[in-house]
């Protein structure tokens, strides 16, 4: 079983870079089976997947977003991260993490429960 | 990018109905489509992976079906507790991509 957290700051303004950690807990970060990506859901909206990275720190981004997101990983802390920069109104939505792995056919079986960010200033 | 089209955007039914959820892609995706549950305030749930899998802990209520370009999630008996918008999803190439979702309702 896996569980995730994410944490940040819930606004940002305009043209700043927005920031969120996810923790898992349950399992470990660094295991070779499972891959961590951000996704993300604007209000009222649906869902667009912003990228992932594995446990060796190989990263894929969503071509749409690829100029300013950062993923990262540290395993250490049993965290992965996200990074978007230069956000406008448009980044606002509930910002999910999540994991796929072999077992959910690498479908997004586990999820965190959201983070509201708000681009505002 | 591959688009997901599904339909119908909201679906009305009563307790024990059964309800037909469509999920149309813009080119082939094999079987690599995945179905989720959605309730308000609440993260995704992974009901269907593959195209007819059953994830974990999903009730049999629960079936899907399709290839290549046509998919169906089927709710055999409608329970009030499937109330949600539910969302397909494909992984079939970068980057995976969701439906905009339809919209279950219980009368």
């Known amino acids: 079983q896996v569980q995730l957290q994410e944490s940040g700051p819930g606004l940002v303004k305009p043209s700043e870079t927005l920031s969120l950690t996810c923790t898992v807990s349950?399992?470990?970060?660094?295991?070779?089976?499972?891959?961590w990506s951000w996704i993300r859901q604007p209000p009222g909206k649906g869902l667009e997947w912003i990228g992932y990275?594995?446990?060796?720190?190989?990263?894929t981004y969503n071509p749409s977003l690829k100029s300013r997101v950062t993923i990262s990983v540290d395993t250490s802390k049993r965290q992965f991260s996200l990074k978007l920069s230069s956000v406008t109104a448009a980044d606002t939505a509930v910002y999910y993490c999540?994991?796929?792995?072999?077992?959910?056919?690498?479908?997004?079986?586990?999820w965190g429960q959201g983070a509201l960010v708000t681009v505002s200033s | 990018e591959i688009v997901l089209t599904q339909s119908p955007a909201t679906l009305s039914l009563s307790p024990g109905e059964r309800a037909t959820l469509s999920c149309r892609a813009s080119?082939?995706?094999?079987?690599?489509v995945g179905w989720y549950q959605q309730k308000p305030g609440q993260a995704p749930r992974l009901l269907i992976f593959?195209?007819?899998y059953r994830a974990t802990g999903i009730p049999a209520r629960f079936s899907g079906s399709g290839s290549g370009t046509d998919f169906t999630l089927t709710i055999s008996s409608l329970e009030p507790e499937d109330s949600a918008v539910y969302y397909c999803?494909?992984?079939?190439?970068?980057?995976?991509?969701f439906g905009q979702g339809t919209k279950v309702e219980i009368k």
């Open positions: 999540a994991s796929y792995s072999s077992s959910s056919g690498y479908y997004f079986d586990y």
């Open positions: 990275i594995s446990h060796s720190g190989s990263t």
């Open positions: 349950g399992d470990s970060v660094n295991t070779n089976t499972f891959y």
């Open positions: 999803q494909h992984r079939s190439n970068w980057p995976p991509t």
């Open positions: 080119q082939s995706v094999s079987s690599y």
């Open positions: 593959d195209a007819s």
